[in-house]
């Protein structure tokens, strides 16, 4: 395979996608997503601070730990009190971006998120990314008008019927009106796939990058499906690093410019393997500044939040393992750069 080191968006056909999943042309897919996210982003990795502030959920995911149905759960909700402290520790770093995550958790009414969303605003010099899950159109858009800059909605798959098999509560339709919605009011939007989640295809996961890569997204999330013991997912296998990397890879020679993570499923998989994603098409790492008391339980998968260290010395140690890389974190904002490098 080869093919000039180029800034623009590739465009890749579903089969010549299915092919890079094959792993036959791994060293000239990672060269080339090295190139590009280096020379996009000038070696530097954009840091996130995000605070799960809550891990009730109204769905019932199959893949998911904190899905309703799952009773082992010790479940939590932090007040507005302790958010603003969690985001007070992120900007005290100097951190530019922080993530408000949760369930979907309908307690925390849209005029109290609209309200958190103004007092961070006004508090702190830092952007706002939530992923609250499928809240309905007049409360994005009032949170939009209170100041979040950008929103998080991972399909997970644009396969309908996989979608249907995992997320038996959600409506496929409705979830990708809503994206286009966020899209719409001007967020800076994202979505992502998880990988090999049971029952996905080749040609399934080749579609949603394509499906992806046209939707002009600033955020493309993927991340390897986890099996976790208490849900109905539970025998199926883990999904595999490498084949992550791949998809990352993809994604950022088919958009440039967009803000793809290094999620925390890949390091509960493989130790080295978030930093490795750095090297293979990602720039953004996101560590948790959820509270001590209630980290450990927002458990969406097996090892997720399980890291023993204080949030200093973890953040010291994602600092020290980018820099081992050659790379630099970099705190600022870090917003989309899609619109730079389009076809
Ligand atoms: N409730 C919101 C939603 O679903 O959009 C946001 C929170 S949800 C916990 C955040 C993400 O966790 C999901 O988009 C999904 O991709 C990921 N996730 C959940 N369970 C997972 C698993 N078993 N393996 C990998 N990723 C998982
Ligand atoms: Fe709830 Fe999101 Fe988990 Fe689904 S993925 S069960 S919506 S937290």
């Not at 919605?181 to 579609?207: F, N």
């Amino acid at each position: 395979m080869s093919a000039p080191s180029s800034l623009l968006a590739a465009k890749f056909s579903q089969q010549q996608i299915i092919e890079f999943l094959s792993g036959k042309h791994d060293e000239w897919l990672f060269d080339q997503a090295k190139y590009v996210t280096q020379q996009v982003f000038n070696n530097q990795v954009y840091i996130r601070g995000i605070v799960e502030f809550s891990n009730h959920c109204r769905n019932n995911c199959h893949y998911c730990g904190l899905r309703s149905g799952n009773r082992q759960v010790s479940r939590y909700r932090l007040t507005d009190v302790e958010i603003l402290d969690a985001v007070s520790d992120i900007a005290q770093l100097g951190i530019g971006t922080v993530v408000l995550q949760s369930g979907d958790d309908w307690q925390y009414s849209a005029e109290k998120i609209a309200k958190l969303i103004e007092k961070i605003k006004q508090d702190f010099d830092i952007a706002i990314t939530l992923s609250l899950g499928d809240r309905k159109h007049h409360e994005l858009k009032l949170w939009r008008a209170a100041g979040a800059d950008r929103y998080l909605l991972k399909m997970e798959s644009f396969n309908q019927s996989l979608f249907n098999q995992c997320r038996p509560h959600s409506d496929f339709n409705e979830r990708l009106a809503r994206l286009k919605y966020i899209q719409s009011l001007g967020y800076q939007t994202g979505s992502g796939v998880i990988t090999d989640l049971p029952g996905m295809t080749d040609e399934i996961l080749a579609a949603d990058i394509i499906t992806l890569s046209n939707m002009a997204l600033d955020m493309l999330a993927c991340g390897p499906f986890i099996a976790h013991p208490q849900t109905p997912f539970a025998q199926h296998a883990n999904g595999d690093v490498l084949r992550s990397h791949r998809v990352s890879a993809i994604l950022r020679l088919m958009n440039p410019g967009a803000n793809i993570p290094a999620t925390s499923s890949l390091a509960v998989l493989q130790p080295n393997a978030r930093e490795l994603a750095l090297m293979r098409g990602c720039n953004v790492i996101m560590p948790s500044f959820t509270p001590a008391g209630v980290y450990h339980n927002y458990n969406i998968y097996p090892g997720k939040n399980a890291a023993t260290k204080q949030v200093t010395q973890r953040v010291a140690s994602i600092f020290e393992q980018i820099q081992h890389h050659g790379l630099q974190p970099n705190l600022s904002r870090g917003d989309s750069k899609r619109n730079h490098y389009v076809s």
